[in-house]
């Protein structure tokens, strides 16, 4: 298929937003896209999302609706419910959260009143904001208390979870991260949330779809509930699902509607079922080993460059650089690369001396190259395009910069992106 995809209903109504679409398209398949929470989902998902489904009110759940006319929105809820179960394994899913953030809200509404003492990772530490973190709602809102990885091993500092739970006894303990590059122990917090009385919601955003292709542990059965966004690692529209035994099922409907939100986003449920449908296929397991072994390649290949990473490689699909001894700041290099066609992102390191808008370190990820098929033999060429990258960010070669850009687009030209290759 050609690029940009034809779009002629669009391009005859608003031929400007048309050719942004466009643009946009020609950008994701000519980049090398490293952000670890991005992905390309398949010409499928792209299909149910952008449907009549689009112009349906279903307030309420399959079978209790306050709108009529759900012959077919029911059948679609229910076939995105039971693909969650059968594919993660839990009694309870609910599929209607409009993304990671306001899931997470439902959570805090579903377990907590405003006040209470809530626990999770650091933002700096590679938490996510809705954890508790000051600037989000659920900081202002709750009172959050936060733990870290220690400054020696970059790993979950499992003494100060436990020390700080039964000292602060939170209502809610958050595990699961934005920029943790080791696997989750939910054993080990299942454990402490037990003995502090604490409800444990394990957050696996980026990582769902290792785990539904399992090549990342389950958090099922140690987690009380399971919080995820459907466009990371698993591949699916930008929504949220969350999961749960059936005892947690009716407190978190509840929260998730009336509690939060309104009518469902239909377009997205069915995007949803059909992601689901493909997770539950041999190849999907394929591609989350694939995900995986691509990030350990790249990491080896990175630390064989004098790259310093934060634990010292990693698990999962994930990578956090710390590019202090490489003298370029985070934001520097994270910019030069984009010029060069590699799509990264900037991101504080743990124990960052420098400011959250100026950090030192990158984060890169290993889910949308794997999409498109490229296997490990390539992780050297990757690595070495970092490397040069870097190096020219610090010298301020553009030169440099074209020349990888031009390298980047030949590998990408022979390995085109799902959705947008037919
Ligand atoms: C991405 C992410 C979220 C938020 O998802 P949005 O869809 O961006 O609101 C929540 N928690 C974690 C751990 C995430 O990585």
Redesign the pocket.
Known sequence: MTLPLPHPALTAADPELAALVGAEELLQAETLRLIP?ENYVSRAVLEASGTVLQNKYSEGYAGRRYYEGQQNIDQIERLAVDRAKAVFGVEHANVQPY????A?LAVYLAFAEPGDTVMGMALPMGG?L?HGWGVSATGRWFRGVQYGVRQDTGLIDFDQVRELALAERPKIIFC???ALPRTIDFAAFAEIARESGAVLVA?I??IAGLIAGGAHPSPVPHADVI?T?T??TLRGP?G?MLMSREEHAKAIDKAVFPGLQGGPHNQTTAGIAVALHEAAQPAFAEYARSVVANARALADELLARGFDLVSGGTDNHLILMDLTPKEVPGKVAAKALDRAGIVVNYNTVPYDPRKPFDPSGIRIGTPSLTSRGIGTEHMAAVADWIDRGVRAAGAGDEQALTAIRAEVAELMAAYPAPGLSG
């Open positions: 929470s993304s990671g953030s306001p997470n996510h809705t699961g991260g934005t957050d955003a980026h919080s966004t466009h990371k930008r949220a």
